[in-house]
């Protein structure tokens, strides 16, 4: 199963940091965002990896190269302007391939263990779902019995990790351009065609300066 690695956002909300380095170059204990996702899917057998790109683009791809050094192979999908999340990976399916794959948002840090995704899925999308983080308390869909709904009533939300494995299916129709991919997911839950779980572990969306201290606080209590 391939991976893809979303990393084509600007960061506005973590300036200055931002102005002159790509947001998953951004270091956590001293090491880049994305070189943690690059290392733990490594170590989960994930080989084959696409990273998408935008904003000073050109800098994730002289940092990390071919992906050699991490044990991968790395193709990129550079965008120029931001696609948004559904429209970048639309971009890239040609370098995905027919089967699924995992997809995982290049701005978050968790200690989630990749190797559970490497299986195959029943419908369109499986989502990674988390608590919700004090930025986002009410949460996005519910997970009942392995299914993801949107707008169960009397059901809690989860918030969607940013961790997913997704079929290319799940674009048919799709054209070239910006979307998001928000719109995809909620049709495919209409029909029955989206499972889920729940991320049992750390897990920070680094969208501000303090949720970046935050992860650097948990990777400095891990060593």
Same mark, same amino acid.
């Given at each position: ?10 960061? /506005? ?21 994305? %070189? ?11 080989? %084959? ?34 696609? /948004? ?15 699924? $794959?995992?997809?995982?948002?290049? *701005?978050?840090?968790?200690?989630? !263990? ?16 988390? !608590? ?7 949460? !996005?869909?519910?997970?009942?019995? =392995?299914?993801?709904?949107? =707008? ?26 910006? $979307? ?15 499972? =889920? %779980? ?6 920070? *969306?680094? =969208?501000?300066? %303090? #949720? ?10 891990? #060593?």
């Amino acid at each position: 199963m391939k991976a893809m690695i979303l990393a084509a956002g600007k960061g /506005e909300r973590m300036r200055p940091l931002t102005l002159t380095t790509p947001k998953p170059l951004v270091r956590a204990g001293g090491v880049p965002l994305i %070189e943690y996702h690059l290392r733990a899917l490594a170590a989960c057998g994930f080989t %084959e990896i696409v990273i998408n790109h935008a904003w000073l683009g050109q800098q994730i791809e002289d940092y990390l190269g071919d992906g050699s050094r991490y044990g991968v192979s790395i193709q990129y999908s550079p965008e120029g302007e931001p696609l /948004e999340t559904g429209g970048g990976i639309f971009r890239a399916l040609p370098l995905l391939g027919d089967s699924a $794959f995992l997809v995982v948002n290049g *701005d978050i840090w968790t200690d989630y !263990d990749f190797s559970v995704l490497h299986q195959p899925i029943a419908g369109l999308a499986h989502l990674v779902l988390a !608590d919700n983080p004090a930025h986002h308390p009410t949460g !996005d869909f519910s997970l009942v019995d =392995g299914q993801v709904h949107d =707008g169960q009533p009397d059901t809690p939300k989860l918030t969607y990790s940013g961790i997913a494995v997704l079929h290319p299916h799940l674009f048919e129709g799709c054209a070239a351009g910006a $979307f998001k991919l928000a719109p995809l997911l909620r049709t495919a839950m209409a029909q029955g065609q989206v499972t =889920g %779980e729940h991320l049992s572990g750390h897990w920070v *969306d680094v =969208g501000t300066h %303090e #949720r970046l201290a935050e992860v650097e606080t948990l990777i400095e209590a891990s #060593r």
